[in-house]
């Protein structure tokens, strides 16, 4: 392709992408297609020969809009949003065309500052303790995703305690209602247990069974070693007691690892900082500004109070990676703090989305979610057919149909079917209910107003 067909074809996709944007609303929101259709639809083997760009962009509305699942739909209110924005697509743009691989500060310093700088910024945007700054004991980086960054918790949770102990005889504590990352970063990590702890009526870890589990675990001969805090479950978005659990794994010398992966966003609003109190006694702290924060996937955020044992767990320096500025210990390496030795220009699109749309902005936006949220919870409730499966401190609402769990399932699917929107049929303990996340980056009253529409209707 020369520089002029890229050029020109380089429009043709910004037109196309702009297009999406502009009729997404016109697309059944979930996908219709059965298993295989896509797959049919494209030729058992590679060209030989290759095929003009014209043909692979007719392709994109022929082949793969059918298949595609529109979570930028502003009537997206299954699972958690994973946003884009356009600052963040025009950032992932110039990241694809830099290709550069940031894995260690002169691979590119650009890429290696412009992250330290930002997850600074963003220290301060959510109130979290100045020493996870870059130029305090700990510091922030950007991994893949949440499973990553939690993955990489327990291994420095592991290699901490590592002195003559067998990792198949650790334990790792999480509520009953924690992300299933969790328990696969703990397999992953080779940890032999990863213990649930009931939860209280609201979802939120009993710290009075956590106590006592972590007792009869070490009276067994085993080796606690984590515990793990939800700010925001991801069925609920139940909110740990913080206080309490810092205090039982002060106690018990326990990693405290906190998981916030879609709740961390509203953190940049002073007024849900209530439910992360005690950040100062954590050792680490995850959250995904590829959820609510207007940044493409994938973008995740791990900060370590710390960075000594995780740079212990992680570094490894071959022959092929020594450069002067990584001897005179004057910069950040980031291959080693996660697992990949590469490294994507991801921070590009934290910068951008973040001075695009600048930080009042941002917050605005959390609080017009977290209202139409309330809004809807309140409709809810005073609607006799339903009533509020769990509390609703960001903008998820968890309800059900007072009819019992076939009724709740048979509305879930209604809805979903219907291709006017998408949610999210789930079940605790054997109860079924219907989860709304509202938090697309365009959802606007209309768009609640017609869910609620549709809710009735079906109802
Ligand atoms: C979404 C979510 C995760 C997993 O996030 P990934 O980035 O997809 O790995 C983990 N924990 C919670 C609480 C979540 O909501």
Redesign the pocket.
Known sequence: MSPEEFRRHGYALIDWLAEYQQRVEDFPVMSQVAPGDIARMLPERAPEEGEPFEALIEDLDRVVMPGVTHWQSPSWFAY?PANASPPSILAEMVSAGLGLQGMLWSTSPAATEIEMRVLDWLVDLMGLPHGWRSEGPGGGVIQM???DATHIALVVARRRKREGARSENMVVYVSNQA?F?IEKGCTVAGIGHCRKIAADEAFAMDPGALRASIESDIESGLLPIAVVS?V???ATTAVDPLPEIADIAGQHDLWHHV?A??AGTAMLCEEFRVHQPALDRVDSYTF?PH?WMLVNFDC?VLWVADRAPLMEALSILPPILRNAATDEGQVIDYRDWHVPLGRRFRALKLWWVIRSYGAQRLRDLVRSHVAMADDLASRIESDPRFELFAPHPFALVCFRHVDGNDTTRTLAAALNDSGKVAVTPSEVDGTAFIRVSIGQTYTGQRHIDALWDLIDEFA
């Open positions: 958690f995703s949440a499973s992300h990352s939800a925001g479950t991801t998981d992966a879609y995904n959820k995740n």
